[in-house]
């Protein structure tokens, strides 16, 4: 079994390839759980309900044209696609790619102190559902 290293992620926020400004990224996917226990039932049970995913993201901050502030600030309190693979190369069955449209809910335009590098931590609630593809 071969063990996955990103070392080399592909990242684009609304058709903006942000992957070198990227340290970290989490997708992830949960369900709603939905109580299902009765009378009569000894214990209880369940079904799943609606998906509630979202992505977190640590960029790297730049201001240059083109780069993350650029194309974040904009964006926030709107939805804008993304595309996340594993690796930059191509889509495959081991290198799928994730697309999915995320709510811009929040965003840090400057977060660091003396010395340290600028950063921006985000996590956006993904509307609707992901999609995966492998070819």
């Given at each position: 079994?071969?063990?996955l290293v990103l070392t080399n992620a592909y990242v684009s926020i609304n058709g903006v390839?942000?992957?070198?400004h990227i340290t970290s990224i989490t997708?992830?996917?949960t369900e709603d759980v939905i109580d299902?226990?009765?009378?009569?039932?000894?214990?209880?049970?369940r079904v799943a309900g609606l998906l509630d995913n979202s992505v977190t993201?640590?960029?790297q901050q730049?201001?240059?044209a083109s780069n993350v502030e650029a194309t974040i600030?904009?964006?926030?309190?709107?939805?804008?696609?993304?595309?996340?693979?594993?690796?930059?190369?191509?889509?495959?069955?081991?290198?799928?790619?994730y697309s999915f449209t995320a709510l811009v809910s929040e965003w840090q335009p400057l977060n660091g102190a003396v010395g340290e590098l600028a950063t921006a931590s985000v996590t956006w609630p993904?509307?609707?559902?992901i999609t995966k593809a492998t070819s």
């Open positions: 079994m071969a063990a390839n942000l992957s070198d997708l992830n996917t299902t226990t009765a009378f009569g039932n000894t214990a209880r049970t993201i640590e960029f730049d201001y240059a600030y904009p964006l926030v309190g709107s939805t804008t696609a993304l595309i996340v693979n594993p690796n930059s190369s191509t889509t495959s069955a081991t290198n799928p790619r993904i509307s609707g559902t």
